[in-house]
C-alpha cells in the first residue's frame, strides 16, 4: 500500500506559478513511476507529467516548457512546478504512484487559475 497526500493548489492569476507537492508514505520501496494527473469539471482525468525511478519524464503536450516534474527520493517527496499558468489548467490535480502491481491515487488538490 502506498499513502499520498498533495499540497499546494489554489487560486492563481493567469501567467502565474504554482507548485505542488505530493507526500508519499507506505510501500515506496515498490513505486516504479510516479506521476501527477488532472481533471477539469466535465472532462475525464488526463495525465499531465511522470517521472520513472531513473529520472526520465514525460510531459502532455498542453504543459510542455511550462510544468516540470521532479522527485525527491530522500524525503519520498513529488512535485509539480507550474508556470506561465492558464486558465485551462483549471483543475483538481492528483499524485499517482504505480508499482509493478497497482497504482495509488492521492485526494487531489485544486488549482484555479484567473483569467
Known amino acids: 500500500q502506498v499513502q499520498l497526500v498533495e499540497s499546494g493548489g489554489g487560486l492563481v492569476q493567469a501567467g502565474g506559478s504554482l507548485k505542488l507537492s505530493c507526500a508519499a508514505s507506505?510501500?515506496?520501496?515498490?513505486?516504479?513511476?510516479m506521476s501527477w494527473h488532472r481533471q477539469a469539471p466535465g472532462k475525464q482525468r488526463e495525465l499531465v507529467a511522470r517521472?520513472?525511478?531513473?529520472?526520465?519524464?514525460n510531459y502532455a503536450d498542453s504543459v510542455q516548457g511550462r510544468f516540470t516534474i521532479s522527485r525527491d527520493n530522500a524525503k519520498n517527496m513529488l512535485y509539480l512546478q507550474m508556470n506561465s499558468l492558464k486558465p485551462e489548467d483549471t483543475a483538481v490535480y492528483y499524485c499517482?504512484?504505480?508499482?509493478?502491481?497497482?497504482?495509488?491515487w492521492g485526494r487531489g488538490t485544486q488549482v484555479t487559475v484567473s483569467s
Open positions: 499517482r504512484a504505480t508499482t509493478g502491481s497497482a497504482g495509488y
Open positions: 517521472i520513472s525511478n531513473s529520472g526520465a519524464t
Open positions: 507506505g510501500s515506496i520501496f515498490s513505486v516504479i513511476v
